[in-house]
């Protein structure tokens, strides 16, 4: 129940959840194309090997297939992801 004294973090709350719901159909509208290790590194503007160490940090969305050695990267989970970094960076700042 939302009292006068809770309404506005009951409208922020509603805020971030309305900029959910629209990265969410932003993203729906997209179709999703998939990158291998160089077009990431050439999308993100950064070396291969800088790529590969965000792997290992756990610090990018990325695709591996079980038994496969390969990896590959969604452009809609990268861009998702650094709109997300960049709101971090943003709020941090504040």
């Known amino acids: 129940m939302v009292d006068f004294n809770s309404l506005p973090e009951a409208i922020q709350s509603l805020q971030n ?3 959910m ?3 969410l159909m932003e993203n729906l509208e997209q179709p999703d194309v998939i990158f ?4 990431t590194a050439a999308f993100l503007n950064v ?3 800088t790529v590969y160490d965000m792997v290992g940090d756990g610090r990018i969305p ?3 297939k079980k038994g ?3 990896l590959f990267f969604s452009k809609r989970d990268l861009t998702t992801w650094l709109k997300e970094s960049s ?3 943003k ?3 504040i």
């Open 21 to 23: 719901i629209k990265r």
């Open 68 to 70: 496969s050695k390969r």
């Open 91 to 93: 709020e941090e700042a």
């Open 36 to 39: 291998n290790v160089d077009e």
């Open 87 to 89: 709101r971090k960076v």
């Open 62 to 64: 990325n695709i591996k």
């Open 17 to 19: 959840d309305m900029q």
């Open 47 to 49: 070396t291969r090997q």
